[in-house]
């Protein structure tokens, strides 16, 4: 079982940046691959970003592909989301996901966070 609690969103001007956190409770987590998605009013969950277990990989949504960057500190549980250059549109609640394996599908992901609101005004 891991249970993950996301930190760090907020309200910020467009071109502006965030570091969302997501720390994870367990012992496991360094063996679980972390994802990022987001959900905009009235629309899907949708992929953003995900680390596999080590670091070594990472996959991007092309909507966020040189404006985001994901990482994680085993040691500290936790995995971080570095947000730049946000737009209007990257407006959602954003939600850290942990799955067996590195993937982008919502269904792959076993675990979530509760979200985090982050509002990119124009």
């Known amino acids: 079982q891991v249970q993950l609690v996301e930190s760090g969103g907020g309200l910020v001007q467009t071109g502006g940046s965030l570091r969302l956190s997501c720390a994870a409770s367990?012992?496991?987590?360094?063996?679980?691959?972390m994802g990022w998605f987001r959900q905009a009013p009235g629309k899907g969950r949708e992929f953003v970003a995900a680390?596999?277990?080590?670091?070594?990989?990472?996959y991007y949504a092309d909507s966020v592909k040189g404006r985001f960057t994901i990482s994680r500190d085993n040691a500290k549980n936790t995995v971080y989301l570095q947000m730049n250059s946000l737009k209007p549109e990257d407006t959602a609640v954003y939600y850290c996901?942990?799955?067996?394996?590195?993937?982008?599908?919502?269904?792959?992901?076993?675990?979530w966070g509760q979200g985090t609101q982050v509002t990119v005004s124009s």
């Open positions: 996901a942990a799955a067996r394996y590195l993937l982008v599908e919502t269904t792959a992901y076993d675990y």
């Open positions: 367990g012992r496991t987590f360094s063996s679980y691959a």
């Open positions: 680390s596999s277990y080590n670091g070594g990989r990472s």
